[in-house]
């Protein structure tokens, strides 16, 4: 089992900047896929980000490339999304996940942390 807790959400002004971090605990993550999702009030949970365990590639959904940028560290058992040029849509609760994509998903999910993005 792998327990998920994400932490450095809050409130910040458009155009402002954010670092979300998820620290991983249970096992070593080093070998699996990580990810962060995201769910704004009245829509359906959506991804925003993924970082591969094996060659680190990083995927992003059209809606944030260019602004976010994911990350890990696998010796801390943590991946990180930095946040920039925030918009008010960008409101939502971001969750972390990890899993092995190859093997169908993400099998793991924390708690999520609330980002609200004022104009």
């Known amino acids: 089992q792998v327990q998920l807790v994400e932490f450095g959400g809050g409130l910040v002004q458009a155009g402002g900047s954010l670092r979300l971090s998820c620290a991983a605990s249970g096992r070593t993550v080093s070998r699996y896929d990580m990810a962060w999702f995201r769910q704004a009030p009245g829509k359906e949970r959506e991804f925003v980000a993924a970082i591969t365990w094996n060659r680190g590639s990083t995927y992003y959904a059209d809606s944030v490339k260019g602004r976010f940028t994911i990350s890990r560290d696998n010796a801390k058992n943590m991946v990180y999304l930095q946040m920039n040029s925030l918009k008010p849509e960008d409101t939502a609760v971001y969750y972390c996940?990890?899993?092995?994509?190859?093997?169908?998903?993400?099998?793991?999910w924390g708690q999520g942390t609330q980002v609200t993005v004022s104009s």
């Open positions: 996940a990890v899993g092995r994509v190859s093997a169908g998903g993400y099998d793991y």
